[in-house]
């Protein structure tokens, strides 16, 4: 079942107007938790290499076993990805019959936004105006499933993995940035200890307000 988007961007009122800086807010997520883990994504040049989308799975999966409201999960969405949008003019070269259009139609089509502007246009969750986040609402099991439109009848849109995440009852908070190639969970300590003992993912403790560094990549 596809998340739904949340209009009332209140719910994260409790996250957004924290006084921490908006730069760990963004990476680490809010203080107070009881512990904290920094989970990377997988390397792509490893052998087992899994995409950032089967990691944050992994990690929600793991997470959804320690809140009261599995069922009911707040998942925020970075505005700035190019995938939501048309991102431009652009040739529909996936599709076998490109060439051809390219003779036909020389005015490259236009490939629609993965959402309506009832959604694209909604009230987004206002981190200090350095970051904006479209809200969505489902169950942990729906992570992922944005239920964005395709680019084409043949050609499938994938987004980028939330931002922020975070269950109804505020059990615990996964920050994954849009430049690091890491997360953060800061929940329980039970929580923590099991992402640090789940053999599939590269996991170590971590102290909030203390970010780690960006390589010259994420920081660019």
Do not use: C
Not at 96 to 101: I, T
Not at 110 to 129: M, N, Q, S, T, Y
Not at 147 to 159: M, N, W
């Amino acid at each position: 079942m596809p998340l739904r988007h949340e209009p009332d961007v209140s719910h994260a009122d409790w996250f957004v107007r924290s006084e921490t800086d908006w730069r760990v807010l963004a990476t680490q997520g809010p203080p107070d938790f009881e512990a904290y883990a920094t989970v990377r994504f997988d390397d792509g040049e490893s052998a087992a290499y899994r995409s950032d989308d089967e990691v944050m799975a992994h990690v929600v999966g793991l997470a959804a076993a320690h809140t009261r409201t599995p069922d009911d999960v707040f998942f925020g969405l970075w505005d700035g990805w190019g995938e939501l949008t048309d991102a431009g003019r652009a040739y529909t070269t996936l599709r076998g019959n490109w060439l051809r259009d390219l003779w036909f139609r020389p005015t490259p089509p236009r490939i629609r936004p993965a959402f309506d502007d009832d959604v694209l246009e909604a009230p987004k969750v206002d981190l200090r105006g350095d970051r904006a986040y479209l809200l969505f609402r489902g169950p942990a099991a729906s992570v992922g499933d944005w239920g964005a439109r395709p680019y084409g009848t043949d050609v499938e849109r994938t987004l980028p993995p939330a931002s922020i995440t975070w269950p109804a009852d505020r059990a615990w908070f996964i920050a994954a940035d849009v430049d690091p190639s890491w997360m953060v969970v800061g929940g329980s300590q039970a929580l923590v200890d099991a992402i640090l003992a789940e053999p599939g993912l590269d996991a170590e403790p971590a102290d909030h307000g203390v970010v780690p560094t960006l390589t010259p990549e994420e920081d660019r």
